[in-house]
C-alpha cells in the first residue's frame, strides 16, 4: 500500500506536462539534472549559518555595534518581588489603575514604583538594541551576498534578458555548478531562520513571517524537484533586491543615525515596490502563469507552484501596506520613519532618566528612539 501511495504521488501527470516524465531529470551524455537527495545538502548548511550567526555576532555585531553607536548598556532590571512576579505572570503584564492601586497596598510600594517596576519587567522581556542590531547585521550581510552572488550566476543567462526562455527545452534543463550552490545557500538560510525563530526578534508580524518562511521554503525545494531552477533563481534573485537595504536602514535605526535611517528607508521601499509589486508579479509571475500553458497541457505541478507565488504575492502587499502607511507618515512631516510592527521599549519614570539625554546629538546622528525596522522575509524576507 505505501509502494503504490508513493507512486501516486510521484505520478509523472502531477508534476510534469503531458508527454514528459522523470525519466528526463536523469543524468545522461554528462548533463546533470536536480535530484531529491541533493535537497538534504540544505540542511548542514543551515547549521551552518546558525553556528557562522553566532560567530559573527560576537565578532562582527557587537563591535560594529559599538562602532556606530548603539546603546550596549544593561537595562535597568526590575527588583525582586514576589507579589508583582506573580501578578505580571498569572494575570496581566499591563495592569489597571485599580489593580496598582490594589498592589501598591499590599507591597508597601509606592504607586509610582510599582508602575515603574511593571515597565522595566516588560522591558526585560524584549530584545535590547545591541540583539536586534547584530539580527539586522548578520541578514544585512547574508542578503548583500546573496544578491550580487545570485546576479553574478544570473547576468549573462538568456533568460535574465528574455523571462520566456526560462521554460526553454522544460523539463530537460541541465543543472549548472552555480545554480546548485545558488539554491543550497539560499535554502539552507532560510532553513536557519525557520530553525530560530524562537530566539529571534518577535515583532508584530510574527506569523505572517512564518507562513512566508515556510512558502519559501516549499518554493524552493518544489522549484528544485520538477526543475523550475531559472524560474527558481530569477524568483529568488528578485526578492534579495531590496531585502540588505531593509537590514541596513534597521542597523542604522539601532544606532540612531535619524537622516541615514531615513534615506535608506526611501530606497528600500522604491525598491520594494519595484521589485516586489512590478518586476515580479507583471515579469515574472504573469509569464509562469501564461507562457506553459501557451506551449503544455495545464498540469498540477503548474497549478501548486503558481500558488505558492500567489501567496508570496499576498504578503507582499501586505507589507507594501505598511510600507506605505510609513511613508505617508514621513511625508507628512514626521522626522522619524516609526515600525508599523515593532513592540516598543517603554522609557522608565522621570526620575529614572535625563529627558534632556535623547536631545544630543554627536557626529551626525540622534538618539531618536524607533525608527524603520521592516523585515521581509523575505524572502523574505
Given at each position: 500500500m505505501l509502494s503504490r501511495f508513493r507512486e501516486l504521488i510521484w505520478a509523472d501527470w502531477i508534476w510534469f506536462p503531458e508527454g514528459h516524465s522523470w525519466e528526463e531529470l536523469k543524468d545522461h551524455d554528462g548533463k546533470v539534472f536536480p535530484k531529491i537527495q541533493d535537497l538534504w545538502a540544505s540542511i548542514p548548511v543551515a547549521f551552518l549559518f546558525l553556528v557562522g550567526r553566532r560567530i559573527f555576532d560576537w565578532k562582527v555585531g557587537k563591535p560594529l555595534a559599538a562602532l556606530l553607536g548603539v546603546d550596549l548598556k544593561h537595562r535597568v532590571s526590575a527588583s525582586q518581588n514576589p507579589t508583582l512576579e506573580s501578578h505580571f505572570c498569572q494575570y496581566s503584564k499591563h495592569p489597571t489603575q485599580s489593580a496598582i492601586e490594589n498592589l501598591s497596598k499590599q507591597t508597601g510600594c509606592s504607586v509610582r514604583q510599582v508602575q515603574s517596576w511593571f515597565r522595566r519587567r516588560r522591558n526585560q522581556e524584549r530584545p535590547s538594541?545591541?540583539?536586534?542590531?547584530?539580527?539586522?547585521?548578520?541578514?544585512?550581510?547574508?542578503?548583500?551576498?546573496?544578491?550580487?552572488?545570485?546576479?553574478?550566476?544570473?547576468?549573462?543567462?538568456?533568460?535574465?534578458?528574455?523571462?520566456?526562455?526560462?521554460?526553454?527545452?522544460?523539463?530537460?534543463?541541465?543543472?549548472?555548478?552555480?545554480?546548485?550552490?545558488?539554491?543550497?545557500?539560499?535554502?539552507?538560510?532560510y532553513l536557519s531562520l525557520l530553525f530560530s525563530v524562537a530566539s529571534d526578534v518577535k515583532r508584530k508580524d510574527f506569523w505572517e513571517q512564518i507562513v512566508h518562511h515556510v512558502v519559501t521554503i516549499v518554493l524552493i525545494s518544489f522549484s528544485w524537484l520538477v526543475n523550475y531552477v531559472r524560474a527558481g533563481s530569477m524568483i529568488m534573485l528578485v526578492h534579495d533586491a531590496a531585502d540588505y537595504l531593509m537590514e541596513l536602514a534597521k542597523m542604522f535605526n539601532y544606532a540612531g543615525w535619524k537622516r541615514t535611517c531615513n534615506f535608506l528607508f526611501v530606497a528600500f521601499a522604491a525598491v520594494f515596490v519595484i521589485t516586489r509589486l512590478m518586476i515580479l508579479p507583471v515579469g515574472i509571475v504573469f509569464m509562469t502563469l501564461t507562457f506553459p500553458v501557451a506551449r503544455y497541457t495545464p498540469f498540477f505541478g503548474f497549478f501548486f507552484f503558481d500558488g505558492l507565488l500567489f501567496v508570496l504575492q499576498i504578503l507582499h502587499f501586505y507589507w507594501a501596506g505598511l510600507i506605505l502607511r510609513m511613508a505617508i507618515k514621513f511625508l507628512l512631516g514626521s522626522n522619524i520613519v516609526e515600525d508599523e510592527r515593532s513592540d516598543k521599549e517603554e522609557t522608565e519614570s522621570d526620575e529614572d532618566e535625563d529627558p534632556e539625554r535623547h536631545e544630543k546629538q554627536k557626529n551626525g546622528h540622534v538618539k531618536n528612539g524607533y525608527l524603520l525596522a521592516l523585515n521581509h522575509h523575505s524572502k523574505t524576507d
Open positions: 538594541k545591541l540583539t536586534k542590531f547584530q539580527e539586522a547585521s548578520w541578514r544585512f550581510t547574508f542578503y548583500l551576498f546573496a544578491f550580487y552572488a545570485g546576479l553574478a550566476v544570473l547576468i549573462d543567462k538568456p533568460w535574465f534578458q528574455d523571462i520566456r526562455q526560462v521554460w526553454e527545452d522544460f523539463p530537460k534543463m541541465p543543472l549548472l555548478a552555480s545554480q546548485y550552490w545558488y539554491y543550497m545557500i539560499e535554502l539552507g538560510f
